[in-house]
């Protein structure tokens, strides 16, 4: 996969995510981004919390990762990378079990959730044009879920922006519900 197409893929999805958040939802009332679809389902400000504490964790490892000085070549997505993306893909419907420390559920949250993630969102555009000049295929980025695990930089960044896209079709959705 050529490193350039995949990093200008990533920056285009990041800048839709924010352009979405921003126009569909930042506009929103407080009570509506609270509000579940159904009891068990997170509220759309629940999803972005979740994303929130998903952020805190992988955009000082994706930076910790860019510090190190090697030769770029050509990205190749790792067989465990392409398992944590399909797993959190949109199209995938399955749903899937949280860890309690991830999961936001009961939460009564404020618009502070969004600017935050906004936040997260323009760290990760920056990241994304630092990584232009890296190796993204050294495993240098641990897993959130298991810290033992390590994958490749550029199966990171591909995951984090999946899961962001996979949660917020599901925010999306539950403001559909509640408007």
Known sequence: METQNLIARLQADVQQIIETVETELLPLETSV????PTPEKWSALECFEHL???????NPELEQAL?????????????????????????????????AYLNPAG?????????????????????LTRAKGANLNRRAVRVEVFRLLRIK???AFRFVVTH????LQQALRGVEVAV
């Not at 929130?52 to 992988?58: D, L, P």
Request: charged fraction near 25%; hydrophobic fraction near 35%.
């Open 153 to 155: 930089t550029g199966d």
């Open 33 to 36: 981004l609270n509000r579940k």
């Open 52 to 58: 929130n504490r998903y952020n805190r964790f992988y």
């Open 107 to 127: 939460s009564q949250l404020s618009l502070k959730v969004l600017e935050e993630f906004l936040g997260h969102q323009r760290h990760l555009l920056e990241l």
């Open 67 to 99: 510090e190190h000085k090697g030769r770029a070549a050509a990205f190749r997505p790792g067989w465990l990378g392409n398992f944590f993306v399909q797993s959190v893909a949109p199209e995938n419907a399955r749903p899937m079990k949280t860890r």
């Open 164 to 167: 962001q896209q996979r949660h």
